[in-house]
């Protein structure tokens, strides 16, 4: 069964980008991500154009995102305000990005900005929790005592001004740190169509020291309204979103997310974080592949889709 998309301009399979949606949303209730460092790859690999794909991909990330941040705010894992203040900087964040895609479509340099900003950030940050969350799951089954700072215990950041108690996660620690967490996040999620929680999660376990199963729910807080955000703006100064595709994605990526909170909270920490690592080094790979395999055309003529006059 055939669609097809207005934005992207070509036919799509429906079972195919229902299949996609509903495994990103298990996973986005899983690991407490957005999913759209998973959806906006699998997009351009279907033959999306990668600013459809990108807008695209925002607009899904809203629904999977509310569906997971619901579940887990029932299971009480959701830091209200951390995510106001995460959220105060992924806003600004966001509308820089946007301005930033604008700017390089002009260009015609976005498609290979794009594909290098997951590759770095997806293999930097997939690197470190492997090794982070491998060598936890090693101690613990050896029995090892393990020195590890406790969340509240003090760090740099308490020397940061402008301090906040943040009684869900049993922090007091400055705004600051979360604020420039958050407009980094915001920022990334612009350009690269990802809720930026492959970044925010491992950020609030490693700098700020919330509690791993805060740490999903509060994440998935955040992205909610900054992907919402970006999504509006994407639509309106980049025409970028497919409505029919987003509705697609949106729809199977809602039952995907409950199926995948009710899976995440069967796994203890250190098992999602490795789960999590293997998952962002595989698309880390198969993006860098791409760039190095030599295309099946070398040249082609093609019009830059919604970019603008």
């Known amino acids: 069964m055939h669609i097809y998309l207005p934005i992207a301009e070509m036919p799509a399979n429906v079972l195919l980008f229902l299949g996609m949606g509903c495994a990103v949303g298990f996973l986005s209730g899983l690991f407490g991500v957005g999913g759209g460092f998973l959806m906006t790859p699998l ?27 619901v579940a887990q705010y029932r299971r009480n894992n959701v830091d209200i305000k951390m995510g106001v203040v995460l959220l105060a900087g992924g806003v600004v964040g966001s509308v820089i990005g946007v ?80 604020l420039m967490i958050g407009a980094f996040v915001g920022f990334l999620g ?68 409950q199926y995948g909170a009710a899976a995440g909270a069967r796994l203890k920490g250190e098992q999602l974080r490795l789960l999590l690592a293997a998952l962002v080094l595989l698309v880390c790979a198969r993006i860098g592949w791409d760039l190095v395999v030599t295309p099946p055309e070398l040249f082609s003529i093609t019009t830059s889709l919604g970019a603008p006059e």
């Open 43 to 69: 997009l351009i690999f279907s033959g999306i154009p990668s600013a459809v794909a990108v807008g695209t991909g925002a607009a899904q990330i809203v629904a999977s995102s509310v569906s997971g941040a």
């Open 99 to 178: 301005k930033m895609v604008r700017i390089l479509r002009m260009a015609g340099q976005f498609d290979l900005f794009v594909a290098l900003a997951y590759v770095t950030f997806l293999g930097v940050i997939g690197t470190l929790m492997l090794i982070e969350s491998a060598n936890a799951i090693q101690a613990a089954r050896s029995g090892a005592p393990r020195a590890r700072r406790q969340p509240g215990q003090h760090s740099w950041i308490h020397k940061l001004p402008f301090k906040m108690r943040f009684h869900r996660s049993k922090l007091y620690i400055s705004a600051l740190p979360p």
């Open 190 to 257: 612009a350009i690269m169509g990802a809720g930026g929680g492959f970044v925010m999660v491992p950020a609030m376990i490693y700098l700020l020291r919330v509690p791993t199963n805060v740490v999903v729910g509060t994440s998935l807080f955040q992205i909610v309204f900054v992907s919402a955000v970006t999504t509006v703006m994407h639509a309106s100064e980049n025409y970028s979103v497919d409505v029919v595709l987003a509705l697609l994605l949106i729809v199977s990526g809602v039952v995907g997310a």
